[in-house]
Every structure is written in structure tokens, then in C-alpha cells.
């Protein structure tokens, strides 16, 4: 069931959405060659105590059954897609950092996800970084009142396929509101056709996941990283918004 949100509850997801966006700059600022993900984990954590939030990734539950997620941020680098467990690898000059972050504040989530290079890296990948990003916004701009869902769907997908990135279709978007994940799923490929008509009140966390080689993924040993099957880099950008009157409003932009 799809929940349509109140100025009231609206109002709660824009601090939430404040946060996420207040928190995932000072990591993206502290993003550089020696730094481990572990170190940014810690800074999320300590930046959601200082503004009363709650990290809501730490602890939450493996849908496979598995050990719950131990981290505040999902850290992942280079092949890997979402997920990635922060921890003492440090990074390195050339690689791609997505970070993905989200808290509940008043009882309301906000989530969003970057992709950060790491001092100098691959034209190739900084251009998987660029197309990322803007299919990102390309899916934003179509999420207006009377739209079909699938009409954010398809600007994704036709934004990366045109420069010849893959769409990784395993991982979607998701509705969020009370909770970190609600109906509907968001996939990043598909027909203009599909899905529920876009209706004022909504709110999506919508995230294109783009691979520079397969669009396959396989899950690691530690349950929770995934990674692109050939090995290739993959980037994930996202934002919370709300479909208004006035337009998709991005309640996490930084």
C-alpha cells in the first residue's frame, strides 16, 4: 500500500532529509586517499547523536536471514554495487567510493547515496560517476503528479544505456515515509507504461545503480556486498523526494 504524507509528516521527512544531506557532505569532504571506511563510519555516527537521529542501516535486518547490518553507512567500493560493510580497508588514489546513508528523525526517514572519486581516477569511471548522477535527476524530473512510475524508470534506464552503462535491475528504489523501505519498488529499467500513477503526497527514495560492464550482480561471503559479477565498477547515486504540486521536491539535496 502506497501512503500518501501530510504537510506535517512532510515537514518531519525534510529534517530527516536535512541530516542525511548534512552528514553525507562532511563525508564526501573527509573522502581521500589513507582514509579508511571505518573512520567514516564513526563520523556518521557521531554527527546522527549530536542532531538526535537514529542511523537507521545499524542493525537492520538481513533479508536473507543473515547477520543483521553492522554499520551506520553502506561503503562501497569500486565492483561493489550497494552494501558494502564499512570497516579498515583504506582507500586508495583511483578508487570509487558510494556511500549510501540513512536516519529516522520524528519517527520519519530520510535516505540518499553518493558516489565520491578518490583523488584522481579512470576518465571511465568518472564519467560512470557523471551519467549516474544525472540519470539520477533525469528520473526525478518525471516524477510529477499524473506520470506513471514507470516513466522515472525508463528516463534512468534510457540515460545510461545511451552511454553504454548497464542498469543494475536485482537492486530498485523504494517508496519511504515511517519506514526506511515502503511500497512501491522503484525499478531503474522498464516500459513509461508501468507502474502506479504518480499522485501528490507521495514520497520515493529513487537510486540508479549503473555498471560499466554487466548489469550482473553476485552476493560476497559476508552476506551483505554485492558486487558486479565481471568485476567492473559500478556507482549508485540517490535522493528522498516528495512528489508536490509544484513538482518533485529532493528533500535530502546537499
Known sequence: MITLKTAAELAS??????????????????????????????????ECLKRGAVPVFKNYPNPRGGRPFPGAICASINE????????????????????????????????????????????????????TEEALMKGIQQAVIGNRLGMVSNAI?????????????EFVGHGIGKNMHEDPPIPNYGRQDRGPTLKQGMTLAIEPMLNIGTFKVVTKPDEWTVVTQDGQYSAHFEHTIAVTEHGPEILTLR
Not at 542525511?20 to 563510519?41: I, W
Open 80 to 131: 561493489e554495487v550497494v552494501h558494502g560493510i564499512p570497516g579498515n580497508r583504506p582507500l586508495k588514489e583511483g578508487d570509487i567510493l558510494s556511500i549510501d546513508f540513512g536516519v529516522l528523525v520524528n519517527g520519519f526517514a530520510g535516505d540518499s547515496a553518493i558516489t565520491i572519486p578518490v583523488g584522481e581516477v579512470h576518465p571511465r569511471a568518472a564519467k560512470l560517476i557523471q551519467i
Open 157 to 169: 534506464q534510457t540515460h545510461a544505456e545511451k552511454h553504454g552503462f548497464s542498469v543494475v535491475k
Open 13 to 46: 521527512m525534510r529534517q530527516a532529509g536535512a541530516v542525511v544531506a548534512q552528514v553525507l557532505s562532511m563525508l564526501e569532504a573527509k573522502t581521500r586517499p589513507g582514509v579508511t571506511t571505518g573512520l567514516l563510519n564513526a563520523l556518521a555516527e557521531e
